[in-house]
């Protein structure tokens, strides 16, 4: 399994704002827009991304982070067994995606995502 992305998630009611902040003023495009959650980055550069979202779809609330694997079963699978609660799913989602939410050592809420064949 290897870890493909990581993104940071920012909670925040009024999604429309962070346009101003992310896209108008730092030039990032809008790369994806749920409604509930928009990505800002940069085309082709998956390294530089962050997401503003008033929840964390499916009724869940917004994760501190997403992380993006090659290998949603075995990251599941290596979590329980290092002792991890997986809090919510796997589950796949109708956006395209199979995920999970577990927290880590700090309490943080991360998002393991596979993006869907």
Known sequence: MKVQRIVANIGAE?????????????G???LMDHGWIATFGLPGLMNI???????????????????????????????QQAGFRIEYGPADEPWGVRR???RDPFGKLVNILAHKS
Request: cysteine-free; proline content about 4%.
């Open 49 to 79: 991304q962050i997401s503003v979202a008033s929840e964390g779809g499916s009724g869940t609330p917004v994760p501190d982070l997403s992380i993006e694997v090659d290998n949603l079963d075995e990251a599941a699978q290596r979590m």
């Open 100 to 102: 999970f939410y577990v």
């Open 14 to 26: 009024n999604i429309a704002a962070a346009k101003r902040f992310y896209q108008d003023v730092l």
């Open 28 to 30: 990032l495009d809008l």
